[in-house]
């Protein structure tokens, strides 16, 4: 494996896609640290850092469902700092899981997307 530093894995344990990961990731042998952003909330500055490494703006790691369950649409005019707090105040909203792995990161859906940080 390439030497960029430990794998982070932000999840929920009972998301399938999530189960999906770690079974890959203990199949490739590979080490992570697995991150229960339920049970240790994302901090904003971590929540931003995140967007950062992976690209992505708020909007994109957005679950659409529960997003539209809240009332929140894609032209309803909320900037990217209003999406994040959302974000923060319900992490049910973030779409999952998302890897970091030095100063990179990607959303893991699909689950091979990781393969992007392992180099293979």
Do not use: H, W
């Amino acid at each position: 494996m390439e030497g960029e530093g430990e794998l982070t894995v932000y999840e929920k344990p009972t998301c399938t896609t999530c189960r999906k990961l770690k079974k890959l990731l203990d199949e490739e042998g590979v080490d992570f640290q697995r991150v229960n952003y339920f049970v240790e909330p994302l901090e904003e500055a971590k929540l931003r850092e995140l967007l950062r490494k992976s690209g992505l703006g708020p909007r994109e790691v957005l679950r659409t469902r529960e997003a539209r369950k809240l009332g929140i649409e894609d032209d309803d005019g909320r900037s990217d700092d209003e999406i994040i707090q959302l974000i923060l105040d319900e992490p049910n909203l973030l779409q999952r899981p998302i890897v970091e792995r030095g100063n990179r990161a990607v959303l893991a859906r699909p689950v091979e997307n990781v393969r992007e940080l392992l180099g293979r």
